[in-house]
């Protein structure tokens, strides 16, 4: 599949924003200080339904389809705070982006900024749960939208 622009620009601009730091504890500071900044999710959207199954913390996230831009729009929140940092970087990725470009999306840039270095297996497993779950939701509502 041929890459998105302006997912690859996203990616960019974050392996950017992290070559700043030289140390893991300055990246993780950086990450925790994101998650402050995630705004709220309306507790209504915080449900069985788009809560993302293989998080050690609890994670949500949920997807609509903008109808007049063709682009996917992301809601998600966590109960944790390094994790709501994770989630504000997935949500720069691809939140307002296609969902045909989303789908088949593949991205390595959580290892190119090291956080395959510094986080836990089960931090590591919860973020590649959050861009599965992503791509699914993504595939699903492309699949809609293409239909009649």
């Known amino acids: 599949m041929e890459q998105s622009p302006e997912l690859a620009e996203a ?47 609890q994670v949500w996230l949920a997807a609509d389809l903008d ?18 940092g994770l989630v504000v970087l997935v949500l720069r990725l691809f939140d307002n982006r296609k969902p045909g470009d989303i789908a088949g999306w593949e991205t390595d840039v959580f290892e190119r900024i090291g956080l395959g ?13 959050m861009l599965a779950r992503i791509r699914q939701l993504a595939a699903a509502l492309a699949a809609t939208r293409d239909r009649p």
């Open 11 to 57: 990616e960019k601009e974050i392996v950017e924003e992290f070559e700043l730091f030289d140390e893991p504890r300055e990246t993780i500071e950086h990450i925790v200080e994101l998650g402050r900044e995630l705004p709220p999710m309306a507790d209504a959207l915080k449900n069985e339904t788009t809560r993302v199954r293989g998080c050690q913390s």
């Open 117 to 129: 270095r510094m986080l836990t297996p089960g931090r590591q497993n919860g973020l590649y749960a």
């Open 67 to 84: 109808t007049t831009s063709g682009r996917m729009q992301l809601a998600a929140d966590s109960d944790a705070v390094i994790v709501k």
